[in-house]
DNA sequence: GCATGATCATGC
DNA sequence: GCATGATCATGC
């Protein structure tokens, strides 16, 4: 062996050899018979690391305490380098894992601290010959280990009381419980109810994934570790220090609750924000608000990145109602002709993510502003808005039954190069959702996958109007 | 009033 | 230049 097993720093050292490499430039000549059985780790393992695999409940490397990942990177259409999926662990045995605590469980046991090999995917390709690209080693940051500690007994919790059937990926921030399995599979049974439950396997969220990839293509090097950056920069002390206290929600809705019926002007005055014009003003006065900073760009803190958590902000007219249906990203053609999984796809991990809701309500003529000076003024306000409240929301299994036929729908269009006004679901079939154009310029097109000319519509995904309303009044 | 098509301000 | 979050504009 060229390394020492008993060291996370030599392992992870020796790990460099393998990146701009695949396994087979380590494999014996007659290496195919390897092909078929275990998974890329294993492989890893026997192979390149000549260690063979334990099946002890602790981390693949006993003695370094140390966890071996491979996770797979694809290309996009302008040949960046993505993540492909979330990172999954175990699986989880409804029956056996009832009443375990975070301690007792297989991730704490195995993955405090990891090193994450990072290969490109290619399809039909022999696992010797996937290429490595990057590695990582990496310790999961205090911070993070609190909210994977919360997330791990959010599912526990309806794993303990016979709901494992109801578990989401969207109702954790970065520990997911994640489908895992064939359609046909039969149900796992699970204590306290005859109920049985899809196999779930424990997983750590795409979002999270593509943060730990952005750390690697911030430094210039193809190998890095978070090691010696584990000091907690001052700023963060706070956060730090709430997280120990309060969960992740609890800190945002209370960072909500003070603005409540304040209107965009006031509240970008007491951050010192230039007023705007953008329609997204709403997102922005959210933005700066559940970060608590003055970053105008939506979504963007630590937290909502990595957990892929979706803010989304809503104006109820005076009527009640709301005017407009809510918009996501545009369709992303290629991502859609590429993946033949619906819970691997863009949008299952976009409608399966959490969201924040923040709602705005129109008011009724006058508003009274808190001037500085702590008095009050009366201002006549035309179609002003003020926050009303914010809310978490995951959306149901059934709705996610539904989104995974609207996928496939897409998706037949998309492979039929039928991608025009007309071929999707519409808001009048009152399906939840629906796809629409969005765009800069109405003749702006993107590239068909099927023909590879720039014919493609540009649309996007859309919630329905009705769909919105449903989900405020089931949140009053 | 609503569905559908079209576009805006911004940030990177 | 374009994705994003979102709202505007039109016609029935």
């Known amino acids: 062996m060229n390394y020492d097993k008993t060291s996370a720093i030599s392992i992870f050292d020796y790990s460099k050899l393998l990146l701009d490499h695949c396994l087979r430039d380590y494999a014996p000549e007659n290496a195919e018979e390897y092909s078929g059985k275990g998974g890329l780790g294993q492989l890893v393992e026997k192979v390149f690391f000549e260690y063979e695999p334990n099946n002890d409940d602790g981390p693949d490397f006993a003695e370094a305490g140390l966890e071996l990942k491979c996770t797979p990177l694809k290309y996009s259409v302008k040949e960046e380098l993505l993540i492909k999926e979330r990172l999954v662990g175990g699986m989880i045995n409804y029956y056996e894992d009832y009443g375990k605590s975070f301690e007792q469980s297989h991730f704490y046991k195995k993955c405090l601290l990891m090193l994450i090999l990072f290969y490109l995917h290619q399809a039909n390709t022999s696992r010797l010959d996937l290429k490595f690209l990057y590695a990582l080693l990496w310790k999961l940051p205090e911070k993070d280990l609190i909210i994977i500690r919360n997330d791990y ?5 309806k794993i303990n009381s016979g709901m494992a059937h109801t578990l989401s990926e969207g109702d954790t921030m970065y520990l997911g419980a994640c489908r895992k399995g064939q359609k046909g599979d039969s149900l796992e049974r699970q204590r306290n109810t005859s109920i049985g439950a899809p196999r779930r396997a424990w997983s750590l969220k795409t979002s999270y994934m593509r943060t730990l990839l952005d750390f690697i293509k911030s430094k210039d090097q193809k190998a890095c570790t978070n090691l010696e950056i584990m000091t907690i920069p001052k700023e ?12 992740f929600d609890e800190i945002v809705i209370g960072r909500f609750e003070p603005f409540y019926n304040m209107n965009c002007n006031s509240v970008f005055e007491q951050f010192g924000i230039r007023m705007t014009r953008a329609k ?4 922005i006065m959210a933005n700066v608000i559940a970060s608590n900073n003055t970053l105008t760009n939506v979504n963007l803190s630590e937290e909502f990145l990595k957990a892929g958590l979706m803010m989304k902000t809503i104006r109820i007219e005076k009527n009640g109602r709301i005017k407009e249906s809510m918009s996501f990203e545009n369709i992303d053609y290629q991502e859609v002709y590429d993946c033949d999984e619906w819970t691997d796809s863009r949008l299952y991990e976009i409608f399966s993510n959490r969201f924040l809701f923040v709602i705005f309500k129109a008011t009724d003529g006058k508003i009274k502003i808190p001037s500085k000076k702590g008095s009050e003024k009366e201002f006549d306000l035309e179609d002003e808005y003020v926050l009303q409240k914010a809310f978490f929301w995951t959306m ?10 609207y996928w496939k729908d897409i998706r037949e269009q998309v492979l039929n190069d039928n991608i025009h006004d007309g071929a999707f679901w519409k808001i009048e079939n009152h399906r939840n959702f629906h796809v629409r154009p969005k765009a800069l310029k109405g003749i702006d097109r993107d590239i068909s996958p099927v023909t590879g000319l720039r014919t493609a519509d540009k649309f996007c995904y859309w919630f329905n109007k009705e769909y919105v309303e449903k989900i405020i009044r089931e949140n009053e």
């Open 396 to 405: 149901p299994q059934e709705d996610l039954v539904i989104a995974e036929e």
């Open 236 to 247: 963060e002390v706070t956060s730090l220090d709430m997280l120990r206290h309060h969960t």
């Open 280 to 283: 997204n003003k709403y997102a």
């Open 153 to 157: 007994e959010i599912i526990m919790k």
